[in-house]
């Protein structure tokens, strides 16, 4: 994989709380997940390592959708983009893959704008979770 192609965030959650977590930051940076695959099976036969749970989630906005294909069609072709949340122990490592760096082409033109949003509310949602875990943690630890 293209090391320009992904951003790799870690919350420090187990699996479930970090999946939770991700989700509630995605809707309040207007996302949607629309749709969610298993991807455990794939990860281990892919890198040799081997996840204890893996989920694969398609991230999109529907009013960037609809403005990146009306723009151009071939927009529908970058777009819900992918994020790779991966048990890794006490932690949860997220793996956002901008498949637009994946292939040696240029987005096209109408969809640039509305892709380039896209991944910005994408990246700010992660932080987000990232920082939400971290002082969730930090109140707990404050706790004992």
Do not use: W
């Not at 994989?1 to 959650?13: D, L």
């Not at 997220?94 to 380039?116: K, W």
């Not at 949003?117 to 987000?128: N, V």
């Amino acid at each position: 994989m293209n090391i320009a192609a992904r951003q790799t965030y870690v919350i420090a959650e187990q699996f479930d709380n970090a999946l939770n977590l991700l989700r509630q930051e995605l809707a309040d940076h207007d996302l949607c997940v629309t749709g969610e695959f298993d991807a455990t099976e794939y990860l281990s036969r892919d890198s040799g390592r081997k996840p204890d749970r893996s989920r694969l989630l398609l991230v999109d906005c529907p009013l960037l959708l609809l403005e990146a294909v009306a723009l151009d069609r071939a927009a529908g072709v970058l777009i819900p983009l992918h994020i790779l949340v991966s048990s890794d122990g006490d932690r949860t490592e997220v793996v956002f893959i901008e498949a637009s760096t994946l292939f040696d082409r240029r987005v096209p033109v109408g969809a640039s704008q509305p892709l380039g949003e896209l991944k910005s509310r994408i990246a700010m949602a992660l932080e987000a979770a990232v920082a939400r875990a971290e002082a969730q943690r930090g109140c707990l630890g404050d706790a004992s």
